[in-house]
């Protein structure tokens, strides 16, 4: 239902377009790794996933099931509640393992949070959490590395700001683009599995930032090229 749900409201806050590198579909079973930089990109990758006919289970922060109408939905479909900072946070990753066994698709954001920017301007992505890694030794999985870009633009900044982008957004109609890159195993070792993840994630940010003519996507690549 929620991805249904993003695929109708997305269209209506912006222009969303998606690509992917060959490889990327049709098998399920995978750990789709995304890019987390704004309260919209939940939407936008459902959206933008489900016109590739993915329809993933969502690990969420736990928060959201304290909303009502929310909690029904997420729980009808399957989304998995991440209580960060307590001893129910490994129980998230457990669940995961048991919707892959299953053969669904799992998504989860490698950064485990927002950035503290109040710009709405792209940027690469922070620094991963452990989590994805360690899902991806613990059942064999492979990782979709997904790249979203633009969706700071719909919100970002402050609640105030936030609520102003989402009712301007339809009249903005600013650019979305999701990419899928190419499946990949991990290794085995966490710390460089987390480092792989990152840089494959990075990649399709990338990729997706220029699709919408974002400088940071060059920037970015310049910045890297010219340091020691």
Request: charged share 15%; aromatic share 2%.
């Amino acid at each position: 239902m929620l991805s249904r749900i993003a695929a109708a409201v997305v269209p209506v806050l912006g222009h969303l377009t998606v690509s992917a590198d060959p490889g990327s579909s049709p098998r399920t079973g995978r750990i789709i790794l995304a890019n987390h930089t704004s309260t919209a990109d939940p939407g936008v990758v459902l959206a933008g996933l489900r016109r590739m006919g993915i329809e993933p289970v969502v690990l969420a922060t736990a928060g959201l099931w304290r909303v009502p109408l929310l909690r029904g939905m997420l729980s009808s479909g399957g989304h998995i509640p991440v209580h960060r900072g307590t001893a129910r946070a490994a129980a998230s990753l457990d669940a995961a393992a048991e919707a892959l066994a299953a053969g669904r698709d799992v998504l989860i954001y490698g950064e485990g949070g927002l950035p503290r920017r109040r710009d709405a301007a792209e940027a690469e992505p922070c620094a991963f959490r452990s989590g994805p890694a360690r899902l991806a030794a613990a059942t064999g999985a492979p990782v979709l590395p997904l790249g979203q870009a633009g969706a700071r633009r719909i919100t970002s900044g402050s609640r105030a700001k936030q609520l102003a982008g989402i009712v301007t957004a339809p009249v903005r109609r600013p650019r979305l683009h999701v990419h899928l890159g190419e499946p990949l195993h991990l290794p085995a070792d966490v710390p460089a599995a987390t480092t792989t993840a990152h840089a494959a994630v990075t990649a399709a940010w990338r990729t997706a930032a220029r699709r919408i003519g974002e400088p940071a996507a060059w920037n970015s690549a310049v910045s890297r090229q010219a340091s020691p």
